[in-house]
């Protein structure tokens, strides 16, 4: 299976092939100029601009990293899902728990303590966390500091809520629910409050929204027919770019072969000009 990660420039439209890899590679994260932060094999890897060099990122004992995974802010710590490296059951993606580890690499440090979490988003600060988790037989979206504790609740739907992330004010918190029939793209505060959808699809599947570090544009993965409450791998999708001043959707690329490990994560340059994703062989 080949892997491309793809850089694409959102008001030309150009893209261009920045690695090619014979893995599967999900998720990038870009980390300023210096290089893109994906998962592969339930390893994390640092792709270098400079010379294309994939270098393996210690992560310690959490070997079964999954693409939920994120760079802070300040640029100081890197943050990872991982799932229980002893459990080779199918459903060991279950005990999926959230963890904080230096840029450089090193052991890492468990934030949640219970199984089901699966990080996304963190606020401007860098004092809040932000995730998906199974909880009472169903999918919400909690805040927990970065310190772990208590967490606390911010979505409660029998539906899945997912792919939350914060705006770079803070203000909002934007992530993709079905509370609609359909999965759609919303915003609530970051208290949880005032919970809005914002895209009408109504026919296609819309997941994980970024936004761009100065806040002015949305880009998010679209699924061209209806996956009801999934994000699989291997299905023809696109990416559309949302103006956060106008509401205007433009779709930013053709259909291509992607899903699940595409756009997981913010991917946004830091000139908020650029975005890095990732398509499939078919």
């Known amino acids: 299976m080949q892997s491309y990660i793809e850089i ?23 980390y300023k100029n210096e290089f893109l932060l994906v998962n592969s094999g339930g390893l994390l890897y640092k792709i270098f601009f400079a010379d294309g060099r994939k270098e393996q990122v210690n992560t310690g004992t959490a070997i079964r990293c999954n693409n939920d995974h994120g760079i802070t802010w300040d640029g100081r710590e890197i943050i990872i899902s991982s799932h229980d490296s002893h459990n080779s059951t199918p459903l060991a993606w279950q005990t999926s728990k959230i963890y904080m580890l ?111 570090p100065d806040g002015s544009n949305m880009v998010y993965i679209c699924y061209l027919e209806d ?13 559309k770019l949302m103006d956060t001043n106008t509401g205007e959707i433009t779709q930013l690329t053709d259909e291509f072969y992607g899903g699940q490990g595409t756009l997981n994560v913010n991917s946004w340059s830091p000139c908020a000009t650029k975005l890095a994703f990732v398509r499939y062989q078919e």
């Open 102 to 212: 230096p840029i450089e690499g090193g052991e890492p440090r468990l934030v949640t303590t219970a199984n089901g979490s699966f990080w996304h988003g963190i606020s401007p600060d860098d004092t809040t966390l932000i995730y998906t988790a199974l909880r009472n037989e169903q999918w919400d979206i909690y805040a927990i500091s970065r310190n772990g504790g208590a967490e606390t609740q911010l979505t409660n739907s029998p539906v899945q809520d997912d792919g939350s992330e914060f705006s770079p004010c803070g203000t909002y918190i934007y992530y993709n629910s079905y509370k609609s029939g359909f999965m759609e793209i919303w915003r609530m505060r970051a208290d949880g409050s005032e919970q809005t959808q914002i895209t009408h699809d109504a026919t296609y599947s819309n997941w994980f929204p970024h936004l761009s």
């Open 227 to 239: 996956q009801q409450q999934a994000h699989p791998f291997g299905k023809r999708v696109c990416l």
């Open 8 to 30: 694409i420039d959102i008001h030309s439209k150009k893209r261009e092939i920045f690695h090619t890899d014979s893995e599967i590679v999900e998720a990038p994260n870009w």
